[in-house]
């Protein structure tokens, strides 16, 4: 500290007498401070989405590959998984679309987009929107219909301590916007329960800022989507005025400092020259007044300028470069890492805790509807399971299938499973699995003593 400035000076960083690092006064680094961007408005958000490519693409690419494998419902009787994947997969979602996956992925793209969305669930459960679902009188879910942060309003917040859901919205107000008949429910009040609730950036702060709603994802994007852009325009009108044409007139000064007939005359040649120009794609020029060339502006650096760009957008979107942009991996690298980095982080922040939750919730109520595919009676065990992003090449899928089929024959050749099990496990109608299922109903019937035919043991009698 110094005293004689009569103010304290903080000494937590490298410093030089006679350099001047650290000195506020010499410094110019000292001086700089980071201010945060603004937020962009919804007219902002739509724009950017409906109208740039790349901006749609960062919202739109994570959202399709959280959910474009699918899920897999796992339980003792396949069938039943089936038609329970069946049912969800007809459920309407708006407009003649169908399917719960696909309003999944419609919910995280608008989440993405504008901070925050929600499946609204037409459970008829013979009570008012407003009032908590009851999974007892459930008799069917109807449809699914998403809605993005700026239709749905919390409306009440949950406040009882005890409850797991203490400081959430309790209840919602729908504010549709106008699209045909869904405009006919504005005002109504929607339960929690009857909504599958998707949040955008979560930050601090945001909740407050957002009316209880998470950030969009182009908050953090928009500085490196501005600058691409520019640049990206500076270079279309740079290739523009590549060649510049330049006329050289002897005494010109001369003529425009003659006052304004100088000037018009200046002006008149000019007019006649681009007229001829481009009536005869030739110029007529004074032997020896007059000469006229291109100069060809160099372009120099500018591709790589061009490059850059896109791989600063793309690290600040988490999206590999080859996704966002379609381009093939540069040097030696296949982009394979790129891609299983970012495939793990789509699971790990948007299938895990977002969308196997919401579908698992789905196939719930389906099987907790009493038109469901089992009659409303919930199974004693099951599962919902995420398929894998990274699909196998076919070359590694044969590696895959060869190991697992030595494996199976060592199993079979130990007395551990039967080729049966082996062939009604792996060699299914959607193709081959990996998994082996025993078939434990079958080996409790082998494994148990038969009774004998009817009046075999009277025969037996007789004979002894």
Not at 38 to 49: F, G, I, K, P, Q
Not at 175 to 190: F, K, L, Q, S, T
Not at 376 to 385: K, Y
Not at 405 to 412: C, E, G, M, Y
């Amino acid at each position: 500290m110094n005293n004689k400035l009569g103010r304290i000076l903080r000494l937590d960083s490298w410093a030089t007498l006679f350099g001047g690092f650290g000195d506020v006064r010499k410094d110019k680094l000292e001086g700089a401070s980071y201010q945060r961007s603004r937020t962009l408005s919804r007219v902002e958000l739509d724009d950017l989405y409906r109208f740039n490519g790349i901006a749609a693409a960062i919202i739109d690419l994570p959202a399709f590959e959280a959910t474009r494998e699918g899920f897999d419902v796992k339980l003792d009787d396949p069938e039943v998984a089936a038609a329970v994947e069946g049912a969800l997969s007809r459920l309407p979602i708006g407009l003649g679309v169908r399917g719960a996956g696909l309003a999944i992925r419609r919910a995280l793209s608008w989440s993405r987009l504008y901070g925050g969305a929600a499946i609204i669930l037409g459970c008829d459960d013979g009570l008012d929107a407003r009032f908590p679902l009851n999974l007892a009188q459930l008799r069917a879910v109807r449809f699914l219909r998403v809605h993005h942060r700026h239709e749905l309003r919390p409306l009440t917040w949950e406040t009882d301590l005890t409850s797991e859901t203490c400081g959430e919205p309790e209840t919602y107000q729908l504010n549709p916007d106008p699209r045909g008949a869904a405009a006919a429910r504005r005002g109504e009040v929607i339960h929690a329960s009857r909504i599958l609730r998707f949040n955008g950036v979560e930050a601090p702060g945001c909740w407050s800022e957002n009316d209880g709603w998470g950030d969009p994802v182009l908050n953090r994007v928009f500085e490196r989507l501005r600058n691409e852009g520019i640049v990206d325009d500076a270079a279309s009108r740079t290739v523009l005025e590549k060649n510049i044409p330049i006329f050289r007139i002897n005494g010109l000064a001369e003529m425009i400092g003659a006052g304004e007939d100088g000037e018009r005359k200046v002006k008149q040649r000019a007019a006649m020259l681009a007229r001829c120009k481009s009536l005869l794609n030739a110029i007529l020029l004074d032997g020896q007044d007059e000469s006229f060339e291109y100069i060809d502006a160099s372009l120099g650096g500018l591709a790589e300028l061009l490059d850059r760009y896109p791989m600063r957008t793309a690290a600040a979107a988490r999206i590999p470069i080859t996704k966002l942009y379609g381009v093939s991996p540069a040097g030696f690298s296949t982009g394979e890492s790129d891609l299983r980095n970012y495939y793990d982080m789509v699971s790990g922040e948007l299938i895990e805790p977002i969308a196997l939750p919401a579908y698992a919730q789905l196939v719930e109520m389906v099987m907790a509807s009493k038109e469901g595919p089992t009659g409303g009676r919930l199974p004693a065990s099951w599962t919902v399971e995420a398929r894998p992003l990274w699909q196998p090449s076919e070359k590694e899928q044969a590696e895959v299938e060869e190991l697992s089929a030595r494996r199976v024959a060592t199993l079979i050749a130990a007395g551990v499973v039967t080729p049966a099990e082996v062939a009604e496990s792996q060699f299914t109608d959607e193709g081959w699995r990996s998994e082996i299922r025993l078939a434990w109903e079958t080996r409790r019937q082998e494994a148990s003593p038969t009774a004998p035919p009817p009046g075999e043991n009277d025969k037996e009698d007789a004979n002894g």
